[in-house]
């Protein structure tokens, strides 16, 4: 499968290590000169913001989805390739969802963990089949990835998570799927 754009799902806030803002910014970098389209959710504020303005930099393609109610919220980000703003966050997933050919998991709170557990549930149903990417800056996912290793282990889950899932521990790991 040929990756011409991902769906980047991270937080709108930074965190508390400088490895997760520096991995966006590199990630952003490493897809614009790929010539790989970035979707994420509109924001211009935290990892969501870092991401696409080092994509911009490098003269990538960005695209953004944000729902109305979150517009001041994240700070809508009006400097992309083009920017939507939707009613609603299920509106906004599944357009993120429609547009992309894999998706990129950086750090993040609640709104990127429900993301993640869609696109895997939708994964494990057949409802898609794109490939799911952890960038797991700084260790960030550990526990979550010995968690989805203990629901295989414990027979939950219906085929083997890592078919549909890699971790990638520097941006740079991405590029041997591209």
Known sequence: MTIRSVAVFCGSKSGNNPVFENDAVQLGHLLAA???????GGGN????GAIANATLEKKGKVIGIIPKMLSDLEHKHDGLTEL????TMHVRKQLLYEKCDAAIILPGGYGTMD???EMLTWNQLS????????MNSGGFYDHLIAHIQKMENE???????????SILTSPED???YL
Not at 35 to 40: A, K, P
Not at 127 to 134: G, L, M, N, S, V
Not at 155 to 165: D, I, Q
Request: hydrophobic fraction near 45%; glycine fraction near 4%; charged fraction near 30%.
């Open 34 to 40: 790929k010539n790989i389209t970035v979707i994420y």
């Open 45 to 48: 504020k935290g990892l969501m």
């Open 84 to 87: 939507t703003i939707v009613d």
């Open 115 to 117: 993301e993640v557990f």
């Open 127 to 134: 409802i898609h089949d794109k490939k799911i990417f952890f």
């Open 155 to 165: 027979n939950f889950l219906y085929g083997n998570p890592e078919e549909k899932m």
């Open 174 to 176: 991405l590029l041997k």
